[in-house]
């Protein structure tokens, strides 16, 4: 059974930097995506960053290019996102996610319903 764990979550400064990581166990990288939404309250869960193609392709939503990276560990059993130059809207908690069943393409890993197992969530709070 997939189990994924979030640290590294904090507050910080406008212009800040945070890196999460995301311990994950029972499941093999090789077809499955995974990746990072956050969540407003009272809004809907949204990409944030996620790994395609065996964990070669990242794509990020519009609003963090430039400024957040996702990567992957050698063993695959690890997922980070470093976010650099953090602005207050970038306050949400911040949830790792995998899929369970074959997913590949920058399209499928983009979509929330591919992934069933999620983490307990991070918050990540960034001051003006």
């Known amino acids: 059974q997939v189990r994924l764990v979030e640290s590294g979550g904090g507050t910080v400064q406008a212009g800040g930097s945070l890196r999460l990581s995301c311990a994950a166990a029972?499941?093999?990288?090789?077809?499955?995506?995974m990746g990072w939404f956050r969540q407003i309250a009272g809004e809907e869960r949204e990409m944030v960053a996620v790994l395609a193609n065996g964990g070669s392709v990242p794509v990020y939503t519009d609003s963090v290019k430039g400024r957040f990276t996702v990567s992957h560990d050698g063993r695959e059993d690890t997922l980070y996102l470093q976010m650099n130059g953090l602005k207050p809207e970038d306050t949400a908690m911040y949830y790792c996610?995998?899929?369970?069943?074959?997913?590949?393409?920058?399209?499928?890993?983009?979509?929330?319903?591919?992934?069933?197992?999620w983490g307990q969530g991070t918050q990540v709070t960034v001051d003006s």
């Open positions: 996610a995998s899929s369970t069943r074959y997913c590949y393409t920058a399209q499928q890993a983009s979509d929330r319903a591919q992934y069933t197992y």
């Open positions: 029972g499941y093999r990288f090789t077809n499955v995506c």
